[in-house]
């Protein structure tokens, strides 16, 4: 399978296509099969572990079909504070674990909103020059990533996690339009899901059990005309500043 996949991946390039490939640590069944702990998952930190937990779970509470990025960034945002909530509880709330979880974390929404600003710039650039010709077309691309890399590796990090990714491996993989878009995918928005935790207080539960009343009611009343105009992220936001109250978050296991 993998050299099926090397052939797959050669090709697309031949064929003027970018491509990212890669390994993945876990996955989600979404909820279809009893999801197994794999080996390649006991190679993490404990905490990187227990963040990946809490985000494959999260699937298999709800999975809205052909919203990868409303999926996958509501999973981060539930995985991100299981990990948190793990670290508090196992090593106390003023622990150098918790200082870096919280580090980390800053890390994470900079560059979430230095990509998405990359992506925005690099729309401009290729409007701009649609009409060179495919070797121009490439030059200007490579250098746009190459002069996002240096601006990264310049940039400050909090957490000594992001400063050795950064330095790392960043460098060697983020080099074209599909290595962007796998990390948009989980990082864009994230602001919206950040308040979804101060809405429910805090609440990791409550905070789910949000998530998952938008999938089940509003995300499936949406028209063709409101996926094709807006993101489910920005509509998940309007309907998110409409709801009032805690009631919105209560308790899953009270009910």
């Known amino acids: ?3 099926m996949l090397k052939k797959w991946q050669q090709r697309e390039i031949e064929e003027g296509r970018d491509t990212y490939v890669r390994g993945v640590a876990a996955y989600s069944t979404i909820g279809y099969l009893r999801d197994p702990l794999l080996s390649s998952m006991l190679s993490k930190r404990k905490q990187d572990m ?3 937990i809490f985000h494959e ?5 709800f999975y809205i079909n052909d919203e990868v990025e409303f999926n996958e960034q509501a999973a981060s945002l539930i995985g991100d504070y299981g990990e948190r909530k793990w670290l508090v509880s196992t090593f106390g709330a003023n622990s ?4 870096e979880w919280s580090a980390e974390r800053e890390d994470r929404r900079t560059f979430g909103k230095q990509i998405s600003d990359f992506a925005e ?4 650039l290729y409007a701009e020059i649609a009409a060179n010709s495919a070797e121009e077309k490439k030059a200007k691309k490579d250098a746009a990533f190459a002069e996002f890399r240096k601006a990264m590796a310049g940039y400050i990090w909090k957490s000594e996690s992001y400063k050795k990714w950064i330095s790392g491996k960043f460098q060697n993989d983020f080099n074209n339009n599909a290595v962007l878009l ?4 989980y990082e864009d928005h994230q602001e919206v899901f950040d308040r979804v935790l101060e809405k429910c207080e805090g609440s990791l539960v409550g905070s789910l059990h949000l998530l998952k009343r938008f999938a089940e009611t509003r995300a499936k009343s949406l028209s063709t005309q409101e996926r094709e105009t807006k ?3 920005l509509i998940f936001d309007e309907w998110l500043r409409s709801q009032t109250g ?8 009270s009910h």
């Open 57 to 61: 779970t999260t699937h298999t509470h």
């Open 231 to 233: 993101s489910l992220q």
């Open 96 to 99: 150098q674990e918790v200082k």
């Open 50 to 52: 227990v963040n990946l």
């Open 121 to 124: 710039r690099l729309k401009k």
């Open 246 to 253: 805690s009631v919105v978050c209560f308790d899953l296991n």
């Open 1 to 3: 399978k993998e050299d």
């Open 182 to 185: 796998a990390h948009l995918t």
